[in-house]
């Protein structure tokens, strides 16, 4: 099986090439440089270390949300585009999803945190299972919704769990988050922090293996919100 896996949903950029269960090809940048002016070069020069061509594949694999309105509409714009040259299909993996999956394998309560701005984060919750850990079980799905309403949760239902932290906005709430979870709060290190495609490409190789995949016509990002633009827009259709 070959996938090729983008994720364009922060401001990490990240391009991973799959083949039969190893990640033959992986290219990040976070150098704040836009996705429009690096994903087409990282694919072109991921494919070229796995040394295959596009034609080869059988999938690819975007995060399809949530995160920046923005990099998730280059991300879907460009595999859409590759879907259609390689006549394969999409395989959409959950942004939050492939951030947990940084930590497969691990035991304790995974809860992936991303900034959406206005008081409010991106977050879901998950845990592991199976005999490698790497069958990934989603205990609370993705929401937007105020950091602390996040752990008021995870104190009410998983009081006696170690939590680990990881995503962008660690770098926010780092010490709210601290400070309510106290010693039961695990803070990833960078390197295990952000979007990485190669949990994309991970997650995407199961879901296509189930059949969890979709045309390249069909596929759009998940944004949990509307974007600022339009709700400028309602607001002064309201009168606000």
Request: glycine content about 10%.
């Amino acid at each position: 099986m070959k996938i090729l896996a983008v994720d364009s949903s922060g401001n990490t950029a990240s391009v991973a090439v799959y083949i039969d269960g190893v990640i033959t090809a992986l290219n990040s940048v976070n150098n704040n440089k836009t996705h429009s002016q690096t994903l087409l070069p990282m694919i072109e020069h991921a494919m070229k270390q796995a040394g295959i061509d596009v034609l080869e594949l059988n999938a690819v694999a975007a995060a399809e949300g949530p995160g920046s309105f923005t990099g998730l509409r280059i991300g879907a714009s460009t595999v859409k585009g590759l879907s259609f040259a390689a006549g394969v299909p999409v395989v959409p993996v959950s942004t939050l999803a492939a951030l947990a999956y940084n930590f497969a394998g691990m035991g304790g309560i995974i809860c992936p945190v991303m900034d959406a701005r206005r008081g409010q984060v991106y977050s879901a919750v998950y845990s592991f299972s199976g005999d490698c850990g790497d069958i990934i079980n989603e205990i609370y799905g993705p929401r937007a919704l105020a950091l602390d309403e996040v752990l008021d949760t995870l104190c009410d239902n998983h009081p006696d769990e170690r939590v680990i932290f990881l995503g962008d906005g660690v770098l926010v709430h780092e010490n709210r988050i601290r400070e309510v979870m106290r010693d039961r709060a695990y803070i990833a290190l960078s390197h295990q922090r952000f979007q990485s495609a190669a949990s994309v490409a991970m997650l995407a190789a199961q879901m296509y293996e189930a059949g969890k995949y979709v045309d390249g016509a069909d596929f759009e990002p998940i944004y949990l919100r509307l974007s600022q633009a339009e709700r400028e827009r309602m607001e002064k259709g309201s009168g606000k």
